[in-house]
């Protein structure tokens, strides 16, 4: 019986176990794959994003402005990887110079430091930028990480510290008996007083075993690059 069980273990699941493990109580984290972080975790741009861009006002604006701060002290606390870039955002021409305006005004709005510089400085800086653009502006608290290793990092931590990890349990069926979650797997069946739905674009599937409305829907689309 664990007091909670994390429904997968990418950089969402994993960060949780961390934290949970800094308390005393059991958890239990179940991962589809064979491996920490094997889903978005393992494919992503891996940018630590300002914050400049989610609306102003919602939880995302907030969440996104913490979290970015928050690497400061994982780099040292878990030694990952910390690359400190910064950004630019570009505009080519009046149009887009407008919607660059749109988004300088909306990153002061969610408390980012944005902040217009001269071309010859971003071209001094980034010499392969595009001869083309007319205005940059700048976003310094850009970072860039490794996201599977921060994942790693956070799974192998919480594991040190008593969080127990089973890799190759698909999450089938979850039951409420009285106040007890039963969660069964292909192979086994676990109990938990909570559990948390940490499967990426699987949470609605999570969600549906459990919930018979799902307030939310999940629309994973396939990106066309060329
Ligand atoms: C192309 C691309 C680029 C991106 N670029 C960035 C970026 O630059 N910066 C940024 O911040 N974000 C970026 N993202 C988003 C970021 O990758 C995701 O928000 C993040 O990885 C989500 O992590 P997660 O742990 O919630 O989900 P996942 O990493 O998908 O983890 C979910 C886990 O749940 C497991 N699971 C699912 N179903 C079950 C089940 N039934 N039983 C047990 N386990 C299950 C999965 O196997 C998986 O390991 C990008 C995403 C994509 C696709």
């Known amino acids: 019986m664990h007091d909670v069980i994390i429904i997968g273990a990418g950089i969402t699941g994993s960060a949780i176990a961390f934290e949970l493990s800094k ?3 059991s958890v239990l984290v179940l991962e589809k794959e064979n491996d920490v972080g094997s889903g978005a ?3 992503n741009s891996a940018i630590i994003h300002s914050g400049h861009d989610p609306k102003p006002g919602t939880l995302k604006a907030k969440l996104n402005l913490l979290g970015n701060a928050l690497y400061d002290d994982l780099e040292n606390d878990l030694q990952i990887p910390l690359l400190r870039t ?8 009046e149009a887009e110079e407008k919607k ?5 005004k909306r990153a002061d ?4 430091e944005a902040f217009y510089i001269p071309l010859e400085e971003a071209f001094k800086k980034e010499p392969q930028l595009s001869k083309t653009i007319t205005k940059v502006v700048s976003l310094p608290t850009t970072k860039v990480t490794f996201p599977w290793e921060v994942a790693l990092a956070f799974m192998e931590t919480a594991v040190v510290n008593g969080v127990q990890l089973e890799k190759n349990q698909s999450v089938k069926a979850i039951e409420k008996i009285k106040d007890i979650f039963e969660v069964t797997t292909e192979t086994a069946t676990f109990k938990s007083r909570y559990i948390i739905n940490a499967a990426g674009v699987y949470a609605e599937t ?10 939310y829907q999940t629309k994973p689309e396939k990106a066309n690059i060329l």
């Open 23 to 25: 308390y005393q109580m």
């Open 41 to 43: 975790t393992m494919a």
């Open 86 to 93: 910064g950004a630019y955002l570009v505009a080519h021409g």
């Open 100 to 104: 660059l305006e749109e988004l300088k």
């Open 109 to 112: 709005l969610n408390g980012v």
């Open 206 to 215: 999570i969600a549906s075993l459990i919930e018979t409305v799902v307030p």
